[in-house]
């Protein structure tokens, strides 16, 4: 099944298929510096989308903004909603509509899993 983001359950989804790439990993906490970082990061990727990494690159501790990422996945779109307003209020601009963060949340873990 393919779901694509915008779609229901899309949040969900990506959030049960980060717990099957490392099933080890445990459940996911958020920390208060985890969490900041993890703003900045996407609202970085919102305003430049071609460069995932080099945002992913300038966060001080790209694992524990991963498990605030991971965090606001398992809460669903509740979670992202909220998630994306508190990044508009401490980033400024306009908060995302949740596909468009889910989405990024899933390309910012992605880079992380892979560079780090």
Do not use: C
């Not at 779901?3 to 717990?19: N, V």
């Not at 498990?67 to 508190?86: C, I, N, W």
Request: aromatic letters at 2%.
């Amino acid at each position: 099944m393919v779901i694509r983001p915008g779609e229901g359950g899309y949040a969900e989804a990506l959030a049960e298929w980060d717990t099957q790439q490392n099933p080890d990993r445990g459940e996911a906490v958020s920390t208060a510096s985890g969490r900041e970082q993890a703003m900045h990061v996407v609202h970085a990727v919102a305003e430049d989308p071609k460069h995932v990494h080099e945002a992913v690159e300038s966060l001080a501790d790209p694992d524990a903004s991963a498990e605030a990422l991971r965090h606001v996945l398992v809460g669903g779109t509740p979670s992202v909603q909220a998630f994306s307003a508190e990044v508009a209020a401490a980033e400024g601009g306009d908060a995302l509509p949740p596909h468009k963060a889910t989405k990024i949340i899933g390309e910012v873990l992605a880079e992380i899993d892979a560079t780090h």
